[in-house]
């Protein structure tokens, strides 16, 4: 059995790599590993996903975002702020005696691979390099080499680091295992995240806009938060489509939305391996997704499981809308394909593969 510890901005965030990083404590901890999870940005409080009573959560001593984002006019003040969260940072890892240390962002991996060698350093990545700056991607190639370990969650995305020879790929574990699942008989389209940018529910505005008046009874349900919202309504209202798309609040019994819906939509410009697209094909979703990078065609298989159309599309998107709320049948066939094909994301199939790595190292 080893200490592991695993660094993340905030592990009370109700968010995709939150999911992620509770699913793999709780893999970890089935294994008998003793996980330990530091929140830095956090004060107190608990994961927004059910975790393994076993691990243990710390949350930062100083969880100041300044310590380690800083915004100064001083460089030196800068370089200062980030020497210190590292300090502080050291020292906890060697109080909690961690013998792993798995890091979940950018900063979390550069700064980890600093520690001394005899601790072992993993660097997971959440986001793919497609959307990193030249500047950005050269920090990871050439500093994450010191890395025990770099976890990437797709092969498209390892094909971006070269030759280098620390490189895993682990996808993301199902977060559940489904005890209900959808007939895809509602007529009812479904999508979750952050009201952000990222997630292009502008985008998805614009696709409804176009086949609005084909949607007879169909509406759309967008569970989330964030700081578009208000710019989401507006636009939404201008469009005429108050009576067609809803803006609903986060909730944590997902199971139930997907099982009540029939379609998954999804918008993002950008992905790294999209739990909710894991969640509701589990579920017996068909998706139509835009094929950005990187993520969805990592999931869905095109025509089987669902579509997926050229990133930004709006409307080849609304094509492929119309086609599954006017096919009850292939609605039907590719919702069961969905379910039976969420395996190959299996606790069981992601357990082992972490295993094969933990023993390597």
Not at 144 to 158: H, I
Not at 180 to 187: D, G, P
Not at 206 to 216: A, E, F, M, R
């Amino acid at each position: 059995m080893s200490k592991i510890i695993i660094i993340i901005d905030n592990i009370t965030k109700r968010a995709g790599t939150e999911r992620a990083v509770v699913n793999l404590s709780n893999i970890l901890a089935k294994q008998g590993q003793s996980v330990c999870v530091l929140s830095i940005q956090s004060v107190e409080g608990a994961p927004a996903y059910s975790i393994d009573t076993s691990v243990t959560i710390k949350h930062f001593e100083r969880p100041d975002i300044d310590s380690y984002f800083p915004i100064a006019k001083n460089r030196i003040t800068i370089i200062l702020k980030k020497i210190s969260f590292f300090l502080i940072l050291k020292k906890l890892i060697k109080k909690e005696k961690g013998e792993i240390v798995i890091g979940t962002t950018t900063f979390i991996n550069l700064l980890i691979r600093l520690l001394p060698q005899k601790i072992k350093t993993i660097g997971c990545e959440h986001f793919n390099s497609y959307i990193c700056s030249k500047k950005h991607m050269f920090f990871r190639k050439f500093f994450y080499r010191k890395l025990n370990a770099v976890v990437l969650l797709t092969e498209k995305d390892k094909k971006n680091y070269g030759k280098m020879k620390n490189l895993y790929v682990i996808p993301n574990s199902l977060s559940f295992i489904p005890t209900t699942y959808s007939n895809c008989l509602n007529k009812k389209m479904i999508s979750l995240g952050r009201f952000s940018y990222q997630k292009g529910y502008d985008l998805l505005i614009d696709c409804i806009t176009l086949v609005k008046d084909n949607l007879l009874d169909w509406t759309i349900e967008l569970y989330g938060d964030g700081r578009d919202k208000e710019l989401l309504l507006n636009k939404i209202n201008e469009n005429g489509l108050d009576r067609i798309i809803y803006l609903k609040d986060n909730t944590a019994d997902v199971e139930s939305v997907y099982a009540s819906s029939s379609i998954y939509l999804s918008s993002s410009r950008y992905e790294g391996l999209p739990m909710v697209l894991l969640e509701s094909q589990s579920c017996g979703l068909p998706a139509i997704s835009f094929d950005c990078p990187c993520g969805p065609s990592d999931i869905i298989i095109e025509g089987k499981t669902g579509f997926l159309v050229p990133s930004g599309d709006v409307n080849k998107m609304s094509e492929k809308i119309l086609e599954l709320i006017n096919n009850e049948d292939l609605r039907i066939q590719m919702g069961k394909q969905a379910a039976i094909e969420s395996s190959r994301f299996s606790e069981d199939k992601i357990s082992e593969m972490w295993k094969i790595l933990l023993e390597r190292i």
